[in-house]
C-alpha cells in the first residue's frame, strides 16, 4: 500500500515562471491539503481539495491554485513565481475534511526559485 | 486564529534521558496533531488527540484542553529520535486548516 507520494522532488524555477506540483493520496483517502513550508519555518496551510472541489483556503494569493482529479490525485499551481515562494511544499491526504482527521503526508517537493 | 507556540525551539539531550516538549495554543480545539520531520522533509503524523493521554512505544503524548497546553515526551531517548517536533492545531477562529507551530529541533547525543 503506497502512502502519499509527491512529484517532482526537487524543481529549480526563475521570478515570473509557472510550476505544478503532483500529489497522489494514500490509497482509500479523498482528502487532499497542500503546505508550505518556508526554511526552518512550521507549514503552513495552503488550501485542501474535496470532491474535485477547493473546500478551504488558507491566507494565500491567488497565484496559488490547484486541482483534484476523479482519482483523488492533486495538483498545486503557482503562476508568477517570486523569490519567496521558494519551500518545502508537502501534500498531506486525509479520509474526509475534518481538521481532526488523521494526515498522512508527502515527502514534499522542493522549489527554489532563482 | 489560533496561535501556536512551541518550547523549547532547540533541546540537546544525552541518549537515555527523559525528552518533554510543550506546545500552547490561544483557540479552543477538538484536537491536536503531534508530527515528526527528519532532515530532508518527510513528515510523520505521531499522535491526534483531544484529550487525556495517548502512548506509542517511546512515546507519550498528553494535552489539557481547559489550560490549551500540551506535552510530548520521549522516554529512554534515543539517538534516531533526532528530528524536529511540530504541533498543530485547526486554525479556528473562521481560519481554515490548521497552524502548525515552527517546531522543536531535538538532538539526543550517543
Known amino acids: 500500500d503506497a502512502g502519499v507520494t509527491q512529484s517532482p522532488t526537487h524543481l529549480i524555477k526563475t521570478r515570473g515562471q509557472q510550476v505544478t506540483l503532483r500529489c497522489s493520496p494514500k490509497s482509500g483517502h479523498d482528502t487532499v491539503s497542500w503546505y508550505q513550508q518556508a526554511l526552518g519555518q512550521g507549514p503552513q496551510f495552503i488550501f485542501q481539495?474535496?470532491?474535485?472541489?477547493?473546500?478551504q483556503r488558507g491566507n494565500f494569493p491567488d497565484r496559488f491554485s490547484g486541482h483534484q482529479f476523479p482519482n483523488y490525485s492533486s495538483e498545486l499551481n503557482v503562476n508568477a513565481l517570486l523569490l519567496g515562494d521558494s519551500a518545502l511544499y508537502l501534500c498531506?491526504?486525509?479520509?474526509?475534511?475534518?481538521?481532526?482527521?488523521?494526515?498522512?503526508f508527502g515527502p514534499g517537493t522542493r522549489l527554489t526559485v532563482l | 486564529k489560533n496561535e501556536v507556540e512551541q518550547s523549547p525551539q532547540n533541546l540537546t539531550a544525552q541518549e537515555g534521558e527523559f525528552i518533554t516538549i510543550n506546545c500552547s495554543y490561544s483557540?479552543?480545539?477538538?484536537?491536536l496533531h503531534w508530527l515528526q520531520q527528519h532532515p530532508g522533509g518527510g513528515i510523520v503524523s505521531l499522535f491526534m488527540l483531544s484529550s487525556g493521554k495517548k502512548k506509542h512505544g517511546r512515546l507519550i503524548a498528553t494535552i489539557n484542553i481547559q489550560e490549551k497546553h500540551s506535552s510530548l515526551h520521549i522516554t529512554a531517548s534515543h539517538p534516531r529520535d533526532s528530528a524536529v517536533y511540530i504541533c498543530a492545531v485547526p486554525s479556528g477562529g473562521g481560519a481554515d486548516g490548521l497552524t502548525f507551530g515552527k517546531g522543536t529541533h531535538l538532538i539526543i547525543q550517543p
Open positions: 498531506a491526504s486525509s479520509l474526509g475534511t475534518g481538521v481532526a482527521n488523521e494526515q498522512f
Open positions: 481539495y474535496y470532491e474535485e472541489e477547493e473546500r
Open positions: 483557540v479552543g480545539i477538538s484536537a
